[in-house]
């Protein structure tokens, strides 16, 4: 995954990402972006393009000095492909709607905003590999969000509606607010899931300027989940960049000498381009989430949307380890890399039921209570090796073919296995100029 920042530190890099991703600036366009991934299945190891399964998405942009409207739909023949937004199957064809949003944008004086409505990604991070507060690995949210920037300062607001879980309906309100110069970046972020049968949007939560986590985090009447968020990145030079986050899901401020209450996750890496070659791109991420991180006691509160995780891809309870490096050849025609994913995988993600085996059925602590390591035990040990090359097929397509390696450990039990993988990544635009 390529980001801003480093797109502005080395010119081959940035006529790439300019290339491999390039969009039209204005009027009418239509496209085809096509998937095709065969392979094992990495844990530690996700490329953008696998956030979709295999199929194609066809799509409609319209973009003018202040207007976008984009509508894409998703289709395959296989509905587990499907497992992000599967909807209907119709004679074999399971299709969804992807994205579908209204974005009106504008400046005044030196106040630049932009506010849309509708399904689209939303992505707030520092992280190359994973972001910890929002990602873009499940579905496109439905939301209602605010944008703007103000000279170095920038601000964003945003209501999305989650999936149904039993019967409860789900928000989640999230705003941010950041520093950003040449060199440095910050952001502070917070977040909160209201959750009820027939609830509604609440009002309280649609005020950006109140700050709503303080009044849940820590709180012992099992109310709503509330996330604190900052991040940061730094740029001491051309080529080279630090960066940090972290997330505060629960602070203990109720029982002296019980540290294992705080639940939080952070994430450290840095990068530098143009060594060993003008071209290449090297960068280290490592990230460390503890156990109920994401979670709340009612189960309606976990930061998923449509069964994936809205924070970090692995969920919670893991350290990983991801070392990434790549160079361009031919002026990006061909891309070879190397990928190295170290995990441990504990016991008690996502998928268990949040509990409390610190106390009695009264709400009274155990003494002598020990909390578990990190991670749970037992621990799943993940070694994962991707080895590949990218080829430039021109017309918007890519071809990508790898050699993958991936090792398995558990309880002085072991297995691994070997496996060759391709994908087939196209995005092929038809502007259309209305007259």
């Known amino acids: 995954m390529l980001s801003l920042p480093l797109a502005q530190q080395n010119s081959y890099w940035s006529n790439y990402v300019s290339d491999k991703y390039r969009k039209q600036n204005n009027g009418h366009s239509f496209g085809v972006f096509g998937h095709f991934k065969k392979d094992n299945d990495l844990l530690g190891i996700v490329q953008n393009s696998d956030l979709i399964g295999n199929g194609a998405i066809l799509t409609y942009r319209y973009i003018s000095p202040h207007v976008e409207i984009m509508n894409s739909m998703f289709f395959t023949y296989d509905k587990l492909e499907a497992e992000r937004g599967f909807v209907r199957t119709v004679k074999n064809v399971t299709m969804y709607t992807n994205q579908a949003y209204l974005r009106v944008f504008n400046s005044w004086n030196d106040l630049d905003y932009s506010i849309k409505i509708g399904r689209d990604f939303l992505r707030v991070g520092q992280g190359l590999n994973a972001n910890l507060f929002l990602s873009n690995f499940s579905r496109p949210f439905d939301q209602f969000t605010l944008k703007a920037k103000l000279g170095k300062l920038n601000a964003l607001f945003s209501a999305i509606e989650l999936d149904t879980l039993l019967e409860h309906n789900r928000y ?14 910050i952001t502070f972020g917070e977040s909160i899931i209201a959750t009820g049968i027939s609830k509604s949007i609440n009002i309280q939560y649609l005020n950006p300027f109140n700050f709503w986590s303080w009044e849940n985090l820590g709180s012992t009447n099992k109310g709503l989940n509330a996330f604190l968020y900052v991040g940061m990145t730094w740029l001491p030079r051309e080529g080279l960049r630090f960066y940090g986050e972290t997330i505060i899901d629960d602070i203990n ?4 000498d019980a540290f294992y209450l705080n639940r939080f996750g952070y994430l450290l890496g840095f990068q530098k381009t143009g060594i060993p070659l003008k071209s ?3 960068w280290v991420e490592y990230a460390n989430v503890l156990n109920q991180v994401y979670q709340s006691y009612h189960p309606t509160h976990i930061y998923t949307h449509r069964g994936f995780p809205i924070g970090h891809y692995l969920g919670n309870d893991f350290n990983n380890l991801r070392i990434h490096y790549s160079h361009l050849i031919m002026s990006g025609q061909m891309k070879p890399f190397i990928d190295i994913s170290y995990l441990l995988d504990g016991s008690n993600g996502l998928d268990t039921l949040f509990d409390n085996p610190w106390e009695n059925e009264k709400g009274e ?5 020990e909390p578990p390591s990190n991670p749970t035990p037992p621990v799943t040990k993940w070694i994962e090796l991707e080895i590949g090359v990218e080829l430039n097929a021109g017309y918007g397509s890519y071809i990508t073919i ?10 002085n039990e072991s297995s691994s296995n070997f496996g060759l993988g391709i994908r087939f990544w196209t995005y092929f635009q038809i502007p259309f100029k209305h007259k």
């Not at 607010?177 to 970046?185: A, C, I, N, T």
């Not at 401020?253 to 002296?256: G, L």
């Not at 790898?402 to 309880?411: L, P, R, V």
Request: aromatic residues 24%.
């Open 365 to 369: 602590f155990f003494e002598d209570y």
């Open 253 to 256: 401020f109720h029982q002296k």
């Open 402 to 411: 790898t050699g993958q390696y991936q090792a398995k450990s558990i309880d």
């Open 280 to 282: 290449s791109n090297l």
């Open 172 to 185: 989640l309100y999230m705003h941010s607010f950041g520093y950003q110069s040449d060199r440095f970046s």
